[in-house]
Structure formats: structure tokens, C-alpha cells
């Protein structure tokens, strides 16, 4: 019986090798490791918000040339926009830098709610209870986000340790997935949301920024201001804090925030994503 072996003459000659044998070991693909590049420039804008090529490179040890090849593949796949950098003050000579921002098919690659099921029990609601119980559902769906600020704060507390009120907002927006950060400003500090779990239903229902920003002011005790949304096509969401909600957050820590409560629709304020469409991430 002839063997199944498939044999080869080396090129010494004389000596056989079988094809198992003449298989290389698998390397990764010149694809696997540009995909993987580019997940990382995808995650930094992500958790960074709106970047430009050289912040980019900087943090993630890449030359400025390798960046600016991902970004133009990344654009041209759609994953990605540019847009000119907003510098407040004064600005040197030569063009402003662009900054590039996730679009939302960049965004629909990291874990997300399920949108279109989401949308269409809001409005099988909305048709059974009205837009009054849209608004609870809203404010209710913040509640995680009071609960996990008044751990923070309570665990500040027993431990001796000193924390601004708007720093453990951010920590308990991070702890539920927003990829929250802190910035200061001009006149107090802005809290940047770099993700949001739900912004393709807020598109259609914009009173779940409402109730955020809400639920924000009565937490700090000061009226705050929604600069930006992603759902409003911005690359973060952006609520400005007065120097008076940072200052009173150091002194005295509230650890007793109320959970939010019921509005009617009389009474509930203006859907906060619907007028931010030209605001920017930095305080204007």
C-alpha cells in the first residue's frame, strides 16, 4: 500500500520532508495588526474625546504619520469625522489642527443598548401613558447613577477622605459605563461624557438628557448647563458646572441627594440635546 504521504526532494537534495513539515507557523497578517491599530485610535477617541493626530501618537506611542494613515482610513470608512479645532483666546499663526470624532457607526462597534427595541417600548408607552410617564421613565433610569454618587460619597466620608462633588459625579457616570471625565473651565469645571449607552434612543427621546441634566443640578445643588450631547451629533457630551457647585462639593460633600423625582409634563423643562447642535466641548 503506497503511503499518503506527500514528499518533496529539499532543495540539498536526497533527503525528504514531508508538507507538514514545509508549513511556515502561522504570523499575524499585516490586516490583523493594522485592524488592531485602529481599534486603538478608535478607543482613545472614545475614552479622550475629539483628538487630533498628534495627541493621538502621543498616546499611544505611534509616529504622527502612521496616526494620520489610521484616521484617513478610518474617515473614509465612516467610523470617523474631522472638523476644524475650536481654540478659545489667543491662537498662533498656520491653520487650526483638525480633531477627529467618532461618528455613529464608530460608536455602534462598542457594546451599546438595544436601540431599536428600546425605542419601540418608549413609544408603546408614550401611546398608552403619555409623555408624563415618558418623563419618569427617564428621571428613573438616572436613579443607578444617584445611588452610585451617594456611595462614593459616603465612602469619602468614612474613610477622612476630601472629595469635590462634581469629581464623584464623574466617578459614578464612569462606574455606569459613560467614560466620564472632568475639565476645568473659565468660570467652574465641564464634565465630559465620552459614551452614552442609549444616544441613538435619546435622538428620539431627548427626555433622557433633560432628566441628566436635571438630576445633575440637584445633586450639586446648583443649576448646571448642558453645552453638548452625542445625541445632538457632538463628539461628548458636555455639562458646565459653576465655580460655585465645585467650591461648595470640597466644603461639604451632600451625601443626602434625593432620588429624582416625579415631574409632570406641565412642569418638565426644555429636552436638553435639542439646542446644543453648535456647541463644543470646551466652554464658549
Do not use: W
Not at 495588526?33 to 475614552?47: C, G, K, P
Not at 429624582?260 to 423643562?269: G, I, L, M, W
Request: hydrophobic share 35%; glycine share 8%.
Amino acid at each position: 500500500m503506497k503511503s499518503s504521504r506527500v514528499d518533496a526532494v529539499r532543495p540539498s537534495g536526497g533527503a525528504t520532508a514531508t508538507a507538514a513539515e514545509r508549513t511556515p507557523l502561522p504570523t499575524p497578517s499585516v490586516g490583523e495588526a493594522e485592524r488592531t491599530t485602529r481599534e486603538r485610535v478608535v478607543r482613545s477617541i472614545l475614552e479622550h474625546g475629539p483628538s487630533t493626530a498628534g495627541q493621538l501618537a502621543e498616546r499611544l506611542d505611534l509616529t504622527p504619520a502612521a496616526v494620520r494613515r489610521h484616521l484617513a482610513f478610518l474617515e473614509e470608512d465612516g467610523d470617523l469625522r474631522s472638523e476644524e479645532e475650536r481654540v478659545y483666546g489667543s491662537r498662533g499663526r498656520g491653520r487650526p489642527a483638525k480633531v477627529f470624532l467618532l461618528t455613529d457607526a464608530g460608536r455602534a462597534h462598542f457594546p451599546s443598548s438595544y436601540d431599536e427595541l428600546a425605542i419601540q417600548a418608549l413609544r408603546q408607552l408614550q401611546a398608552m401613558a403619555g409623555d408624563p410617564a415618558i418623563e419618569r421613565f427617564a428621571e428613573d433610569r438616572v436613579s443607578d447613577v444617584v445611588r452610585r454618587y451617594q456611595v462614593i460619597l459616603e465612602e469619602a466620608a468614612s474613610e477622612g477622605t476630601a472629595i469635590a462633588a462634581p469629581e464623584a459625579l464623574a466617578r459614578a457616570l464612569n462606574d455606569e459605563g459613560y467614560v466620564a471625565t472632568m475639565q476645568p473651565s473659565r468660570t467652574g469645571e465641564q464634565l465630559c461624557q465620552h459614551h452614552c449607552p442609549v444616544s441613538h434612543v435619546a435622538v428620539a427621546f431627548p427626555e433622557l438628557c433633560a432628566a441628566e441634566t436635571e438630576v445633575f443640578s440637584r445633586l450639586l445643588g446648583v443649576h448646571v448647563q448642558r453645552l453638548a450631547t452625542i445625541a445632538d451629533g457632538n463628539g461628548v457630551c458636555t455639562t458646565h458646572i459653576p465655580d460655585a457647585a465645585v467650591l461648595t462639593g470640597r466644603r461639604h460633600p451632600r451625601t443626602d441627594a434625593p432620588a429624582p423625582a416625579v415631574r409632570t409634563h406641565s412642569d418638565a423643562p426644555a429636552p436638553a440635546g435639542r439646542a446644543t447642535t453648535h456647541a463644543t466641548h470646551q466652554e464658549g
